[in-house]
């Protein structure tokens, strides 16, 4: 069985996994995460994803925001979960293997229960992906890759592994933060013979409210 993931409620010690260069902008390695309160996971009206098996659009529920701007660079979250293997992964199945983020080709983070709580418990499961989500408001718009405003690379925290969503741009508070759902090694925003040990605080506290699944046409000017 996997070990409970307890990150969130210790100081502790970050390494990245990997150092080399790629297309990811820098993680500013000497900013700590922002804490949980930060944080929150309003059910959005204006986002839906269509489903692969039926052709049907659904809303993608809930989004993640901040209640504060964030800087291009800034370490944001760590998941709420339980590692588990690949083995055990693959044999979960549907609904009970969404929620799982991979940190290497053998641990997988199994966020299930603390993302599906009425107040979840993962702040970094409520943020999704761009990739061909459908925005009614103002206008219908279907986004890309480029409507990605952060970025995930893997890291060891205390020995464990897991990994870190961080800001690849400036996020303006109450934007919805979004990532492509795929971790990759960053270059880094300090000189290159830093060993990568920077303290991070990191802390646990949730909130909002849930909603109605609206309809996927509504009014242009309605707010």
């Not at 659904?58 to 690949?86: F, K, M, W």
């Amino acid at each position: 069985m996997g070990s409970e993931n307890e990150l969130q409620s210790l100081p502790t010690k970050l390494s990245l996994v990997e150092i080399q260069s790629s297309d990811l902008p820098p993680i500013n390695v000497t900013m700590g995460l922002k804490p949980n309160s930060s944080f929150l996971a309003p059910v959005m009206k204006q986002y839906f994803a269509q489903d692969h098996e039926t052709s049907e659009f659904e809303h993608i529920g809930r989004s993640l925001q901040c209640y504060e701007d964030i800087i291009a660079g800034q370490p944001l979250l760590v998941p709420n979960g339980t590692n588990i293997t690949r083995s055990e992964a693959d044999k979960l199945e549907y609904p009970r293997n969404q929620y799982l983020i991979e940190v290497n080709a053998n641990v997988l983070l199994d966020c299930f229960h603390t993302a599906t709580q009425p107040t979840p418990l993962c702040f970094f499961s409520m943020a999704n992906s761009a990739n061909n989500l459908i925005r009614t408001h103002p206008s219908p718009y279907m986004l890309g890759p480029e409507d990605n405003n952060a970025a995930c690379i893997p890291i060891i925290i205390d020995g464990i592994p897991t990994v870190v969503l961080y800001a690849i741009q400036d996020i303006p508070r109450y934007t919805d933060i979004m990532w492509d759902y795929d971790c990759g090694a960053p270059s880094i925003e300090s000189s290159p013979d830093v060993s990568m040990e920077t303290r991070l605080m990191l802390t646990n506290e949730t909130d909002e409210e849930e909603d109605e699944i609206p309809s996927l046409v509504e009014d242009e000017d309605e707010n």
